[in-house]
């Protein structure tokens, strides 16, 4: 073996030495300084700026949970297309949320987390005013959204809302805002009746042939119904009036039906008195100094500006008929929404 050759792994390690010990220490301590003072100046990042957190940040800085209805209901349907208008990409992004129905939306805003605003019944604040005595402090109006009528449809043997004592009265399934403003506003107007929540129609086959003792369904929604229009009934069915009075001024606004609505039901000229109640845009009311309020801010802002779109081609008809400076009885206006009517107001008067 050539020992020349095994010899050159031990002569490569010298070298290296050698050249190691002729660095000068001076030149060391200056490398090793560098290294500290960039460290120091360029620290590893912090957990809320790494790449995954960041993304997840920005998410959430500008979104808003919006509490909508039952999934078969006009509020979901609503609350979508707000949500669909507004987007902003990462500068506001609105979550429509299937619930329960209107009341249940009133306890979401109140305590379940990641809702700030919701679509209620003006009068679902009735079952919380003893639980909760400030509501009205609590909870504000963003915009009335439209109302939903009282129709009381009856059996020709029955003429007046008297007749309805003792017998059966559908008030739709559990859930619906039949099922809960339906018995509230019998209960205001005295009229203890039997209440059934099936669905509106089986109850309207079974009040057509006269079965189960079936006198009456009540509907609350926005006319013309379909049920209504399209299905035909023998003479004598018809809508009984429903007055509007000071035991329904708290919550509830004067309304009519007509042969309009209903040609087939109601004669030319005839109008049918009852009242609504206002389906509502509403928000927690969040300290003016919050994140939540700053939130809810940016999406009246955005609504409002953006109506328009929601009242062309493609949206719920019924956007077309919104007032923005229309009230809700029984609250007061989110201030957001009132500095934003108040603000284009006042332009409007200086363009004149």
Do not use: C
Request: aromatic share 8%; hydrophobic share 45%.
């Amino acid at each position: 073996m050539n020992k020349s050759v095994g010899s050159r792994p031990l002569l490569a390690l010298a070298a290296l030495a050698a050249l190691l010990l002729a660095i000068p220490p001076s030149l060391v301590d200056a490398h090793a300084k560098h290294a500290r003072t960039h460290a120091h100046s360029h620290p590893p990042p912090r957990p809320q700026e790494t790449a995954v957190a960041r993304p997840q940040e920005t998410i959430n800085a500008w979104t808003v949970g919006l509490a909508g209805g039952l999934l078969e209901g006009a509020p979901i349907r609503f609350a979508a297309e707000m949500a669909r208008v507004v987007d902003d990409g990462d500068n506001l992004h609105v979550l429509p949320v299937v619930t329960r129905g209107p009341t249940e939306n009133v306890n979401s805003l109140l305590y379940l987390r990641g809702i700030d605003a919701a679509i209620i019944s003006a009068d679902s604040l009735d079952e919380y005013k003893n639980q909760v005595p400030d509501i009205q402090h609590k909870i504000a109006y963003v915009l009335n959204l439209f109302p939903s009528e009282l129709h009381v449809f009856v059996r020709p043997e029955i003429q007046s809302l008297a007749d309805l004592a003792g017998k059966k009265v559908n008030f739709n399934t559990l859930g619906t805002a039949a099922a809960y403003s339906g018995p509230l506003i019998f209960s205001r107007l005295g009229l203890d009746v039997e209440k059934t929540f099936i669905p509106h129609q089986v109850a309207l086959e079974q009040m057509r042939k006269g079965e189960n003792g079936m006198a009456a369904v009540v509907f609350i929604t926005s006319k013309p119904v379909d049920a209504f229009v399209r299905r035909r009934f023998e003479p004598g069915f018809k809508f009984l009036p429903v007055p509007y009075n000071d035991k329904l001024e708290d919550y509830y606004l004067p309304s009519t039906l007509d042969a309009a609505d209903y040609p087939g039901l109601i004669k030319q000229g005839e109008r049918i008195e009852t009242i609504a109640v206002p389906t509502a845009l509403v928000a927690f009311n969040w300290p003016t100094n919050s994140n939540r309020y700053e939130r809810v801010a940016r999406f009246v802002d955005h609504l409002f500006s953006r109506l328009d779109k929601l009242q062309g081609p493609g949206f719920d008809p019924k956007w077309k008929s919104i007032n923005l400076a229309a009230s809700v009885p029984g609250l007061a206006r989110f201030s957001a929404a009132q500095a934003w009517l108040d603000r284009h107001a006042h332009e409007s008067q200086a363009s004149q």
